[in-house]
């Protein structure tokens, strides 16, 4: 293999991890958005929907979750996305939402523990909120 090759698989390698780490946190983050709009909104009827969203999105980042990838991702990192997207649903909802904590009240290794499930972030972020 000469050296023209060898640059284009190991770009062609890195490119493919980098998409695949994107792929799960992009899952994460609209797990844990689910999550925070459960505890923005409490009173909504769409509490149970966002509910089992947040449980469908973890499982599905889990699932896709490789060692390689672990490395690669942060609680705070996909916590500040989903936080800033659920302040923007303010002006979708009639009502304003309640307060959110502004760090992530988990770390990666919960969310990576299939024991740690939406109704424990969910319970997680409204513990770690400011009082009302």
């Known amino acids: 293999m000469n050296d023209l090759d060898r640059e284009n698989v190991i ?3 890195e490119g493919s ?3 695949e ?3 799960v946190q992009s899952l994460f983050e609209k797990g844990i958005t689910h999550a925070l709009t459960v505890v923005a909104w409490p009173g909504s009827l769409a509490v149970s929907h966002w509910t089992d969203e947040a449980w469908n999105f973890l499982g599905d980042a889990r699932r896709r979750l490789e060692p ?3 490395r690669r991702l942060s609680a705070e990192e996909m916590y ?3 936080l800033r997207d ?3 649903l303010r002006r979708t909802h ?3 939402p309640r307060p959110l904590p502004a760090l992530a009240p988990f770390t990666l290794d919960e969310l990576r523990d299939e024991d740690f499930i939406a109704q424990d972030m969910i319970a997680r972020i409204r513990d770690a909120a400011p009082a009302v």
Do not use: K
Request: net charge neutral; hydrophobic share 40%.
């Open 11 to 13: 770009e062609e390698i």
């Open 17 to 19: 991890g980098r998409g």
């Open 21 to 23: 780490v994107r792929a």
């Open 68 to 70: 390689s990838t672990i």
């Open 80 to 82: 500040a996305p989903a």
């Open 86 to 88: 659920v302040h923007r």
């Open 94 to 96: 009639s009502e304003l």
